[in-house]
């Protein structure tokens, strides 16, 4: 499978490289990013982008996704900016879609929201309520893209929505995991190959939540 990774230089992003570098599933790996890996991270398999405008795909870049099976997309913040969250996944997926018609490929999308992430724009939040929305509203017209958008029945939409992410290893995560709990936390390693697991195989549900990333994450780590 040739995959498309988006925030590869983050915490959630950086897991799923490591983990798709080490499926041997993965034939090819691109990664957009706006600055270079770390020079640790070498494998034949992997081709770096550097991204000047996340909006725009010249010809050179699409060149270089053209064929792709799937994206799972980990870049993302806090901050409510709607040009990062919305803008920068939209304009890819917009970009992406028009290589649809000629590859003739399904493609597998996998955005990476969270838990808390708050789709119905009316609901009053507590707190984060800005970032929340504004992830929530990506979520929506990210799901809606096939349905508003020429892809031949060929894009298929996954959010994964997980809780708190803990580092994959150390006592302190592992006591924080234990705490929380399965609704409340996940280990970015069950995390990471849960979501490999469904850009490959796909998944009966087109939304998943914590439990079941994290139950399907722990099988396939044993
Ligand atoms: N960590 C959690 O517990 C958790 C839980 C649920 C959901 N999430 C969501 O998962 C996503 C990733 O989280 P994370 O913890 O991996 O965050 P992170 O460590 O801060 O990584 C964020 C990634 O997004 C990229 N990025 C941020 N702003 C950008 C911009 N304006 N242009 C281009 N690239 C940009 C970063 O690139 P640079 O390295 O170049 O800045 C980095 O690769 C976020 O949407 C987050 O809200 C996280």
């Not at 994206?71 to 913040?77: E, L, Y």
């Not at 060929?154 to 995991?177: D, K, N, Y």
Request: aromatic share 6%; charged share 20%.
């Amino acid at each position: 499978m040739k995959i498309i990774l988006t925030g590869s230089t983050g915490f959630i992003g950086g897991e799923v490289l490591a983990q798709c570098l080490k499926n041997p599933a993965i034939t090819s790996a691109v990664v957009l990013s706006r600055r270079s890996l770390s020079k640790e991270i070498s494998d034949p398999r992997l081709k770096v982008i550097i991204m000047k405008d996340f909006t725009q795909y010249p010809d050179s870049v699409i060149k270089e996704l053209a064929g792709a099976d799937a994206c799972i997309w980990a870049m993302g913040s806090n901050a409510g900016d709607s040009v990062l969250e919305i803008d920068y996944p939209i304009a890819f997926a917009q970009a992406f879609a028009s290589t649809l018609p000629v590859h003739k490929k399904k493609f597998r999308y996998l955005h990476v929201s969270g838990g808390l992430v708050e789709p119905d724009q009316e609901k009053p939040l507590w707190f984060l309520q800005n970032a929340r929305k504004v992830r929530g509203r990506a979520q929506t017209l990210l799901v809606d893209f096939p349905k508003q958008n020429e892809t031949g029945g060929l894009w298929e939409t996954f959010i994964a929505r997980p809780a708190a992410v803990q580092p994959s290893s150390g006592v302190t995560a592992a006591v924080i995991t234990c705490l929380l709990g399965k609704t409340m936390s996940i280990r970015a390693d069950e995390l990471a190959v849960a979501m490999i697991d469904t850009v490959l195989n796909g998944t009966g549900s087109q939304i998943e939540n914590n439990p079941e990333l994290l139950e399907r994450g722990r099988a396939l780590l044993k």
